[in-house]
C-alpha cells in the first residue's frame, strides 16, 4: 500500500463508473478513505465489493438534488471524521443527435447532472474542506470541454461550462486553502463511449470506435487507470502549488 492520500478522506460522485470506480481503488491503495457516491445503489455494491477494502463505501446520491450533496458530505463527516477531497466525476452523454433534433428533457437532464451537480458538489462540500484547513477539488470535464462535435451541443456545452466553473471556485477558494482543477480525459474505455458510439454510428459502434481511436495520435483510447492516476496526482499533496489548471488526459488529441 502506497501512502500520497494517507489519513485523507475523499468523495467520488459517478464513483460506480469505470473511472469513479478506478480512483476510489487507487484512492484507497494510497491510504485514503473513501466515499463512493452514485445513483445506482447496486453498482455502487459491486464497486465497492471490487475494490474490497473496509476505508471505502458507498452512499446513493443524485447530484442534481441540492440535499443529497449536503447529506453526502454529512455521511462522509459521519463515517470518516470529515473530508479533504471532492472528485466531482458523476457525468452523463445525453444524446447524439443536431440540435434542431435534440430533445429538449434531455438537454436539460445533461446539463443538470454535468453543471448543476458539480456546482452543487461544491457548494456542499467547500464548507467541510476549509472545516479541515483545506484540500482539493478535481473535477471531471473533457476533451469536449475545449473543442466541438456536432451531435453533442449539451454535452459539449456541460463540459466547456465546468472549466469556467472550476475558474471561479479555484480563485474563490485559494483563501481558504482548497484547490480546483479539471481532468479533461479523450475517449477512454467505459460505458459511456459504448452509448456515444452507438448514437454516432447506430448498429456499427465499432466502426465508430476505429475511427475515434484513429484521430488520437498514441492510438488508443484511454483506460480508466490513466485518468485515475492523474486524478491522484491532483488529489494529494505533490500539486500543493497547482489550481486553476485544466489537465489534459487524451493521448495527444488536442495537440
Request: hydrophobic content about 45%; proline content about 4%.
Amino acid at each position: 500500500m502506497g501512502g500520497r492520500l494517507k489519513d485523507k478522506v475523499a468523495m467520488i460522485t459517478g464513483g460506480a463508473g469505470g473511472i469513479g470506480r478506478a480512483a476510489g481503488r487507487l484512492f484507497v491503495a494510497e491510504g485514503a478513505q473513501v466515499l463512493l457516491a452514485d445513483l445506482e445503489e447496486d453498482a455502487l455494491g459491486e464497486a465497492v465489493a471490487d475494490i474490497g477494502s473496509n476505508q471505502v463505501s458507498h452512499c446513493v446520491t443524485d447530484v442534481t438534488d441540492p440535499g443529497a450533496n449536503q447529506r453526502m458530505v454529512a455521511l462522509a463527516e459521519e463515517r470518516y471524521g470529515g473530508v479533504d477531497i471532492l472528485l466531482a466525476n458523476a457525468g452523463t452523454e445525453g444524446q447524439v443527435k443536431p440540435i434542431t433534433e435534440y430533445d429538449v428533457e434531455v438537454f436539460d437532464r445533461v446539463i443538470a447532472v454535468n453543471v448543476r451537480g458539480v456546482w452543487l458538489g461544491l457548494q456542499a462540500a467547500i464548507p467541510a474542506l476549509q472545516k479541515r484547513g483545506g484540500g482539493s477539488i478535481v473535477i471531471t470535464s473533457s476533451t469536449a470541454g475545449l473543442r466541438g462535435a456536432p451531435g453533442m451541443s449539451p454535452y459539449i456545452t456541460s463540459k466547456h461550462a465546468v472549466i469556467g466553473m472550476m475558474r471561479s471556485a479555484a480563485l474563490e477558494c485559494a483563501p481558504l486553502g482548497i484547490r480546483v482543477n479539471t481532468v479533461n480525459p479523450s475517449p477512454v474505455e467505459t460505458r459511456m463511449m459504448r452509448s456515444l458510439e452507438e448514437g454516432m454510428a447506430p448498429g456499427a459502434g465499432e466502426a465508430a470506435h476505429e475511427m475515434i481511436k484513429s484521430r488520437i495520435p498514441l492510438q488508443r483510447y484511454g483506460e480508466p487507470d490513466d485518468i485515475a492516476t492523474l486524478m491522484l496526482f491532483l488529489a494529494s499533496d505533490e500539486s500543493s502549488f497547482i489550481t486553476g489548471s485544466v489537465y489534459m488526459a487524451d493521448g495527444g488529441m488536442t495537440a
